[in-house]
């Protein structure tokens, strides 16, 4: 059985610090935050959310605030097209006899393990405390809001949750070298 790595985690915990580590080790890396960001900002999908909406001009963080629900209606167009371009790339990887990584933020949360059966499957989960994730999250979207960070942990497992679900964690609020270490230990062990 082929396997899969997935990286997955909490909002601002670590997880394209973890993926850029693997990355500049040489592993294929798909990150799923990317593609989500990418294809938000393409026109059918900003034509599709303004004819659901009835509006012609779309402040996403704005409408998301006044109702969080919105955020379901983006994922159900987002998620299948991350999905495409996942199994694309785990094809594509596999193809060259090389091991996928892939980050997916709400992996438990969505059930996304019930589309990779038929991998040998590894979950790498980061944590960090929620303290460091609101300060990460803020130093890195300097317009996001409270509000929002509320909605996003609102639709999260809480860590002792990811960490009964996961097959290994690494804490990425220890030191950079401890974290790299966690990571090489993690891979000898897979």
Request: charged fraction near 25%.
């Amino acid at each position: 059985m082929k396997k899969v790595i997935v990286i997955t985690g909490g909002i601002a915990s670590g997880k394209s610090y973890i993926i850029n580590i693997l990355k500049d080790l040489g592993y294929p890396t798909m990150q799923s935050d990317n593609i989500a960001n990418n294809l938000m900002q393409e026109s059918w999908f900003l034509d599709k959310m303004k004819n659901i909406l009835g509006r012609e001009h779309l402040d996403i963080k704005q409408i998301i605030e006044d109702d969080p629900k919105v955020l379901d209606i983006i994922e159900g167009i987002i998620y299948p097209e991350i999905a495409n371009f996942r199994q694309r790339f785990i094809d594509d990887a596999h193809s060259n006899n090389l091991l996928p990584i892939i980050e997916i933020p709400l992996f438990f949360e969505r059930n996304i393990s019930k589309t990779l059966l038929q991998y040998q499957l590894y979950t790498i989960s980061t944590i960090c405390g929620r303290k460091l994730q609101i300060k990460r999250a803020k130093g890195r979207h300097k317009s996001i809001s409270d509000k929002i960070l509320d909605i996003i942990f609102a639709r999260q497992i809480d860590d002792k949750k990811r960490l009964a679900m996961s097959d290994f964690i690494i804490y990425t609020s220890l030191d950079k070298s401890v974290v790299k270490k966690q990571l090489i230990t993690i891979f000898n062990n897979i």
